[in-house]
């Protein structure tokens, strides 16, 4: 039934490869499926001046997208002179995502931030965002912490995020580009590696629908999710 | 408990004042508490680009805060040169959520634009801002076939939207801003009048949050989405 | 003769209804006939850098418009990411003109910023701007002199604005919309309570006006603004 | 009294050198003392959009100031991206000084932009701008009518302009700067050839003035103004 | 004598991964040594308004950098609102260089767009755009032409570039970034697969450099785009 | 064979007049033939960000080119919001070509900024630019060694340029607006007086160019730098 053959609560391949460029402190180049994000850490030894002197770290996010990931060629923001809505949407998700999963007073006063770059779109590019960053802050913290710069660790969960949603009217894992463009309903979940919840974003695109719809697609997520740890445990052992 | 008093599954004040401005076609002033929205819906014969020649209508929303709408004055962003990620995200929700509860064949190929105009802030605007908005927009569209514009009403149910949080560990209805200043969880939930969702946003400010505890708060917000249902099926009739 | 019926001499309907927003240290509705503006003064204890250390306040002012204040919407100047010249030009004005009945020795090294913001436009914008900024001004000095923050009135004196023109060839106070967009020659004046000129704005629209008729406007003047320093007596006694 | 030794009533030097840049379909600099301004008119046969298929002409112009222009460099607009307040302030006078000697029906639906860049400046360069930007007017007007493009003259008289100011409590006739940046209140006057009034703008820079001083500025203006207009006479015929 | 050990005539070790995204009509990422761009071009069947019913075709490109494809993090262009005058600078660079082995006449009215956007930068990021632009460029006129779309192969030669410098006095082949930082001299050459030059920047970083050290690293460029014309030829055939 | 007349190897007539604006420390207006630069240069004491406290100081330029300084009108930066490519590659290349003359020790820890604003483009404002940038440094510098602010000069040679190119298949010196729009290949040369060279641009505008070629122009350029550093020394001797 879905165009790709997978069953409903199948998940596209994922691989993360770390250390896809070597001045960041943290990277990786997440694939899930044919979407293809590049994940860098950058660590600065300052943080926001609302934090100064409070002893309390910071994690952002910045999110982009190649003009030429997506099936036609997109505007570039910097010639457009903006961000989009969508991008500060979505980097604003990511930063607050990862920021759940962070002792703030562990990470001592300095900024980590996460830049997410789409190099090739296929649907779900700010849950394969999410869940690279939090790869790319976990070798960055590693490194801190192998510098003795950092003593216990800050990251106190694992953070990952997939899609789901109605397609043809049948809950699927994973929603692909076909698949987005033409589901009815949409939702986004963020998780900890202990199955907590940090973000849900549910919305119809077309009719309402239900708390039973929206149940399964929780389901569905909570296998997701635990795949995707596994890949970031795989990934950073 | 609560700062303000209520009972946990207590909703503030909701007053709606039709026809607070002259000049457009629909238009309120929402007060949800201290929380004051003035809502204005606007109507032209033309759509956007992407819509031309589709006979389908649009429904977009605008958002904004006056500079002292907020305990201390922010930066005006006509002056600051560009609407915040805020800004944008907040008028993206409105519009999607508004666009839910409408059938843009009967609407026919026309836009409906709701500029949302926080006047007074103490916490809650965005849903504040989408309940307004319907208003104005059923106001508008009752216009339109009062004129004979429209035959087939576009308003295929009521849009509203409440947001309910943990204060202090216990699940509340209808934060207010010395609620969601604190709230370890706040969630939006934009629902139809037949109780369907549209769009669940929920984020933790701290800590994970549970399954379980999301649908506490789920039945809180169906509790007052139906309160602010008959709220506008009083303003409007 | 005139569109409303007014006789030429005659103003609108002046009200200004203080304390309409609850955050600012001083604010007013100001309502001109069907002209609406909503003005708050916010009080902040740090001064412009060209300022600093010269024991010297400042007043400043801004405006907007929101987007449906007029019978057709506007681009929200927000959305547009610039003010245009016309909301540059009023905002200059309005600060320039407060600033002439202001002791800025008196006001002692704090900023007061005035924001005027127009709900609904029919004519008058910025002259009904002007007059409600001084009331909103007059609150939050009143308020630091309670507190003790200001020793000696910083207010030297009433400061009130409105708008003249020639209407079909006949001299007219208080031009409202349908006026002024037929209007021969419009002329602003802003004075004090004791009659003083602090700007004199006269524009032809078409044919050049006369020195006479100039003096003509100002006689008119003269009586508007002495109706609306009463009134702002009236709302901040 | 003057720090230039001037009279009250006496004007610094005018000149007007036309055909300063030959791209220009009229071009003039004109010098009030110090104060030296590049004005070109640029003609187009085409008109803004409110005005396609009217038949009527538009006449616009645009300010600038050289960043060295002044006595310590100010910063270019185009580095900082926008053009200041003051900036749109004076470039939307001059166009609208313009037009009102202009017969739109007669220019026919074309546009004729003016710009005004200020090489030098000493004080009063809006006044100089305008009345710089009518010669280059003329000029460019001359050579549609020499072309035969158009048949009855669009300049219905001249219009030129004149900055008064009480300087030490004394009214005197074209301020500079050092006069300018003392003055107790400061007026322009925008002025037909034939002597009536285009634009009257008075501001008190401090205390207020009376309808007595505004009357003296007038006068000055008034003899200012009419040999502003013999200097565009000899300079164009 | 250099960081890296090479000899002065001596590139970094480059390839070209063809195919490295899948919606562009041509990519690839091309590697010279650490530097790491991905080039992909774009085929829309329109031409800027200047080109409209010419029968011209256009090709154009723009550049980017990730922001931490460097040592440290550089502000995100589109987050600052603008691309830098060095990122415009080599965008244009970029068009120029390829448009000039381009017959405009045999593309046909249609615009190719390149995009260059840095993954990893390590000296020498303008040159190998270009390198890899055409390799982009060639894939997506191939397919043109598999298509029946295009008739005669509109690229005319070979484009490459190469960068060649003064290091510690030596004339030296292809820069790297610890080199290029305290190059004396740094020139870039853009040349035909026959040998013309298209493009020639020479620039003293301190001391002028004389005629005859240009001709040296002339002799180098050589080398070194035969070298890079080659491995455009392995990777395209 | 040259549209002017002119022989290959003839510039068209220099001429630099010192002193042509008041304020700045440093200023001339040159011309070549009918192009017309204004250059100022401004003395700030103090220095970019990465230089303070290095002792270094900074020279740097800023170019801008008036509306109708070209046959037809271009939109004015400042009202577009953004300085253009082409502006800025400018003007980056002028502060590059200044500084490679400028021993920034002796210069101390101040900075110098050239205005360069094209009155009147006929060709070569780029090269116009950087002959009369450097005679307004010189007269700064000469104003400040005056006062005993530098002891030690810190300008170590003449910096000039003039562009060649083969119109019509013949190197030809000092291109004119007639010429470069019909060149074959163009090309800048910055060079001091003693010879060395600054920068070498060197662009195919259609087909190729050879070594030879280049060389032959860069005969030329060195017949032409030399005549420009003549008139720069007769100008400020």
Redesign the interface.
């Known amino acids: 039934m879905r165009p790709s053959g997978r069953q409903t609560h199948e998940m596209r391949g994922v691989s993360i490869e770390t250390g896809f460029?070597?001045?960041?402190e943290g990277?990786c180049l997440i694939s899930m499926g044919?979407t293809r994000v590049?994940c860098?850490a950058?660590v600065?030894e300052r943080v926001p001046p609302f934090l100064r002197n409070t002893g309390l770290g910071w994690v952002t996010a910045?999110y982009?997208m190649?003009?030429?990931?997506?099936?036609?060629?997109g505007r570039?923001?910097?010639?457009?002179?903006?961000?989009s809505?969508?991008?500060?949407?979505i980097?604003?998700l990511i930063g607050?995502s990862l920021r759940?999963g962070v002792d703030r007073v562990a990470l001592g006063e300095r900024q980590i931030?996460i830049?997410c770059?789409v190099?090739?779109?296929d649907g779900g590019t700010r849950c394969a965002s999410i869940t690279g960053a939090w790869v790319a802050l976990r070798l960055a913290v590693n490194k801190l912490m192998k510098a003795g710069d950092i003593i216990t660790d800050p990251l106190t969960?694992h953070v990952a995020a997939v899609s789901c949603g109605l397609y043809a009217g049948q809950p699927v894992l994973d929603l692909d580009y076909a698949e987005d463009s033409e589901a009815g309903t949409d939702?986004n979940f963020v998780?900890?590696g202990?199955g907590?919840?940090?973000?849900?974003?549910?919305?119809?695109e077309?009719?309402?629908?239900?708390?039973n719809a929206?149940?399964t697609l929780?389901d569905l997520a909570e296998v997701g999710v635990a795949e995707l740890v596994a890949a970031q445990k795989a990934a950073t052992s």
């Open positions: 460029t070597r001045h960041a990277s044919e590049l860098t950058s600065e910045e982009g190649l003009p030429r990931a997506t099936h036609t060629r570039r923001e910097a010639a457009a002179g903006k961000q809505g969508r991008t500060q949407e980097q604003r607050r759940a931030t830049d770059d190099i090739q779109a969960d939702a998780m900890t202990s907590g919840l940090i973000e849900v974003q549910g919305s119809a077309g009719a309402p629908f239900s708390r929206l149940n929780m």
